[in-house]
C-alpha cells in the first residue's frame, strides 16, 4: 500500500515519540471502534502506543498528534486499515485451548464424517482466525481422522480483519517453536521442512480458505456452518455488540451446529436461548425444527 504524505510538511527525523495524549488516544478509540467495534479503553494506551510507533516510523512522522492528524485526514484514508492491523490483538497457536479440539475430535468429528461419506457437504468456520494456527489445527483433525477428505465436499473458512495475519495464514510457515508443539506425526505428515521453519503441506493448505471479514460490515457467507470457532474475539467488543454478533453466528449455524468461544467469553442475550451449553465454552444451536 503506497501513502502519500503531504509535501507542505516538514517531519523531523525519526525518533522516540512523545507521548500519546488523552485526546490523540481517545480519537484512536474512537475512530477503531468505528470502523471495527473494537473497544480500546485507558488501560489500553500503552499498548496502543507501543503499536503506533511502528507505523509513525513508517509513515515519518515525529509525533502521535501528527498521526492522528493524519489518518483522519483525505491522504491518510488507507491509513485507518493499517491502524486496525497495528491495535489487533493477534496471540493464538496449534492446538490452543485444547479442550476444544478435544471435544471437536471425539464428539462432533466422527458425525461430520458420516456426513462427508455420505456425500454431503461440510462447512467449519474459523473467525478471527489470526495467523492461521487455529484453522490448521482443525484441518490436520480432519485429515488425519479422514484421509479421503480431499476427495469429499469439505472447506474450513478462515477469516480475520488483519491482512497482515490472513497473509500469514495462506503461507502457513510457522517457525520450529510453534511447530513443536505438535505430535511427531501430524509434523511429518503435515509440514515441509523450509527455510524459516516449517510450511503447512499443499494438501492441508488446500482445505482452509482464508478471507478478509470485518465483523461490523455485512457478512457475504453463502451458507451455514456445522462448526464455528470464535474463540477471544468477542471480549474486544461492547456488550451491546456482543449480544448482536452471538445472535449473527447463530444464524450461521446449521441446525445442531457448535460453537466455540474464549475461555472468558459467555454467549449472552437472546442467542442465549437458542443455544445448549455443552461443555466448558462449547455450545450447541439447539434444532428449532425439533420443537413442538
Given at each position: 500500500?503506497?501513502?502519500?504524505?503531504?509535501?507542505?510538511?516538514?517531519?523531523?527525523?525519526?525518533?522516540?515519540?512523545?507521548?500519546?495524549?488523552?485526546?490523540?488516544?481517545?480519537?484512536?478509540?474512537?475512530?477503531?471502534?468505528?470502523?471495527?467495534?473494537?473497544?480500546?479503553?485507558?488501560?489500553?494506551?500503552?499498548?496502543?502506543?507501543?503499536?503506533?510507533?511502528?507505523?509513525?516510523?513508517?509513515?515519518?512522522?515525529?509525533?502521535?498528534?501528527?498521526?492522528?492528524?493524519?489518518?483522519?485526514?483525505?491522504?491518510?484514508?488507507?491509513?485507518?486499515?493499517?491502524?486496525?492491523?497495528?491495535?489487533?490483538?493477534?496471540?493464538?497457536?496449534?492446538?490452543?485451548?485444547?479442550?476444544?479440539?478435544?471435544?471437536?475430535?471425539?464428539?462432533?468429528?466422527?458425525?461430520?464424517?458420516?456426513?462427508?461419506?455420505?456425500?454431503?457437504?461440510?462447512?467449519?468456520?474459523?473467525?478471527?482466525?489470526?495467523?492461521?494456527?487455529?484453522?490448521?489445527?482443525?484441518?490436520?483433525?480432519?485429515?488425519?481422522?479422514?484421509?479421503?477428505?480431499?476427495?469429499?465436499?469439505?472447506?474450513?473458512?478462515?477469516?480475520?480483519?488483519?491482512?497482515?495475519?490472513?497473509?500469514?495464514?495462506?503461507?502457513?510457515?510457522?517457525?520450529?517453536?510453534?511447530?513443536?508443539?505438535l505430535s511427531s506425526k501430524t509434523i511429518q505428515n503435515g509440514f515441509e521442512a523450509v527455510e524459516g521453519g516449517y510450511q503447512v503441506s499443499e494438501r492441508v493448505r488446500s482445505l482452509v480458505r482464508f478471507k478478509y471479514l470485518n465483523l461490523m460490515e455485512p457478512w457475504p457467507l453463502r451458507r451455514?456452518?456445522?462448526?464455528?470457532?470464535?474463540?477471544?474475539?468477542?471480549?474486544?467488543?461492547?456488550?451491546?455488540?456482543?449480544?448482536?454478533?452471538?445472535?449473527?453466528?447463530?444464524?450461521?449455524?446449521?441446525?445442531?451446529?457448535?460453537?466455540?468461544?474464549?475461555?472468558?467469553?459467555?454467549?449472552?442475550?437472546?442467542?442465549?436461548?437458542?443455544?445448549?451449553?455443552?461443555?466448558?465454552?462449547?455450545?450447541?444451536?439447539?434444532?428449532?425444527?425439533?420443537?413442538?
Amino acid at each position: 500500500m503506497s501513502v502519500a504524505l503531504r509535501k507542505d510538511v516538514q517531519f523531523a527525523l525519526p525518533g522516540e515519540p512523545d507521548e500519546l495524549s488523552t485526546k490523540d488516544f481517545e480519537v484512536v478509540a474512537s475512530l477503531v471502534h468505528e470502523a471495527s467495534g473494537i473497544q480500546l479503553n485507558d488501560r489500553k494506551r500503552g499498548l496502543v502506543k507501543s503499536r503506533l510507533q511502528k507505523r509513525l516510523r513508517t509513515l515519518q512522522l515525529s509525533s502521535f498528534a501528527e498521526y492522528v492528524a493524519y489518518v483522519q485526514s483525505s491522504e491518510g484514508h488507507d491509513e485507518l486499515e493499517e491502524l486496525i492491523c497495528a491495535i489487533s490483538t493477534n496471540v493464538t497457536s496449534f492446538d490452543r485451548e485444547p479442550h476444544h479440539f478435544e471435544h471437536f475430535r471425539g464428539q462432533v468429528l466422527p458425525g461430520l464424517i458420516e456426513k462427508l461419506k455420505r456425500g454431503q457437504s461440510v462447512r467449519l468456520w474459523s473467525a478471527g482466525c489470526s495467523n492461521g494456527s487455529e484453522a490448521y489445527t482443525l484441518a490436520f483433525s480432519v485429515i488425519e481422522a479422514f484421509p479421503d477428505v480431499s476427495r469429499a465436499d469439505f472447506l474450513i473458512l478462515a477469516t480475520d480483519i488483519d491482512k497482515y495475519s490472513l497473509a500469514a495464514g495462506q503461507q502457513g510457515i510457522y517457525s520450529e517453536d510453534l511447530v513443536s508443539k505438535l505430535s511427531s506425526k501430524t509434523i511429518q505428515n503435515g509440514f515441509e521442512a523450509v527455510e524459516g521453519g516449517y510450511q503447512v503441506s499443499e494438501r492441508v493448505r488446500s482445505l482452509v480458505r482464508f478471507k478478509y471479514l470485518n465483523l461490523m460490515e455485512p457478512w457475504p457467507l453463502r451458507r451455514n456452518y456445522e462448526v464455528i470457532f470464535c474463540r477471544n474475539v468477542l471480549i474486544y467488543f461492547s456488550q451491546e455488540r456482543q449480544t448482536t454478533l452471538f445472535s449473527q453466528f447463530a444464524d450461521r449455524l446449521v441446525p445442531g451446529g457448535h460453537f466455540y468461544i474464549g475461555h472468558s467469553e459467555r454467549v449472552i442475550g437472546p442467542a442465549n436461548s437458542r443455544f445448549s451449553s455443552i461443555g466448558l465454552t462449547t455450545y450447541q444451536l439447539e434444532d428449532e425444527r425439533r420443537r413442538v
